[in-house]
């Protein structure tokens, strides 16, 4: 499971070496993010032809979602790795992940601050502080 959202975040990973540098951690992308480079980053994720023909706000409605989703994968394996979270396997149902008490909802609303129009990392950066 670990492997697989590390795949799904790859793509962002790049993005921000290629765009900010660095080493492509979670922390890099927060200061990208700091540094005003979401939505050059965002670029650079893989489209839709609809969403490559997007420009202005519309391109940001497109790539805001698949933004989320990556860093979602990203923030998970970071918190897998720091032995925060665990996935729950299960052979009659998909595999469930288990976040600390009190997570799932802080989680959601931390990475949706992230891909705002005016991007804020305070919450997501205060909740992994708290994962440690």
């Known amino acids: 499971m670990l492997w697989h959202a590390d795949q799904d975040a790859e793509p962002l990973r790049t993005a921000v070496t290629e765009i900010h540098g660095g080493d492509g951690s979670l922390a890099s992308f927060l200061n990208a993010v700091d540094a005003?480079?979401?939505?050059?980053?965002?670029?650079?994720?893989?489209?839709?032809?609809?969403?490559?023909?997007?420009?202005?706000?519309?391109?940001?409605?497109?790539?805001?979602?698949?933004?989320?989703?990556r860093l979602s994968r990203m923030v998970v394996a970071e918190l897998v790795r720091q032995g925060r979270a665990q996935w729950e396997l299960s052979w009659s149902d998909p595999a469930r992940l288990r976040l600390p008490d009190g997570y799932e909802e802080a989680l959601k609303q931390a990475l949706d601050a992230v891909v705002e129009d005016v991007p804020d990392t305070r919450e997501l950066r205060q909740l992994l502080a708290r994962a440690q």
């Not at 939505?39 to 933004?67: H, I, N, Y």
């Open 36 to 69: 005003g480079r979401l939505w050059q980053m965002a670029d650079r994720l893989p489209k839709s032809p609809e969403a490559q023909a997007a420009t202005g706000r519309a391109a940001r409605e497109f790539a805001r979602p698949q933004v989320r989703a």
